[in-house]
């Protein structure tokens, strides 16, 4: 991977389970709710989390995060320097 994925990974289906879990993109209520708050690292971080979890090409949940992630990999901020993904 080239760079930091930051762009927002809500695929606008909304639903979350008893755990907080949204069950479209993975995400948790704290994390839906503070996206804008947090750091390029973080969100990274958060992206890492949900492709292992919830892009599953099986499903069409699933199916509109990997689309989400390619959309989010074209516009990945470049790496500060020292920096790997």
């Known amino acids: ?7 927002n990974p809500c695929v606008d289906i909304c639903d979350f ?5 949204c069950k479209a993109c ?6 839906e709710k503070g996206w ?10 958060v992206w890492l ?11 069409k949940k699933g199916r509109k995060l990997i689309a989400r992630h390619e959309h989010a990999k074209a516009r990945a901020k470049p790496l ?3 920096e790997a993904a």
């Open 49 to 59: 989390r949900i492709l292992e979890t919830h892009a599953k090409p099986d499903s």
């Open 17 to 21: 389970d008893k755990k907080k879990i």
């Open 26 to 31: 993975g995400r948790t209520k704290a994390e």
């Open 80 to 82: 500060p320097d020292g």
């Open 1 to 7: 991977m080239s760079g930091l994925l930051t762009k």
């Open 36 to 45: 804008k708050k947090l750091s390029p690292q973080e969100k990274h971080a």
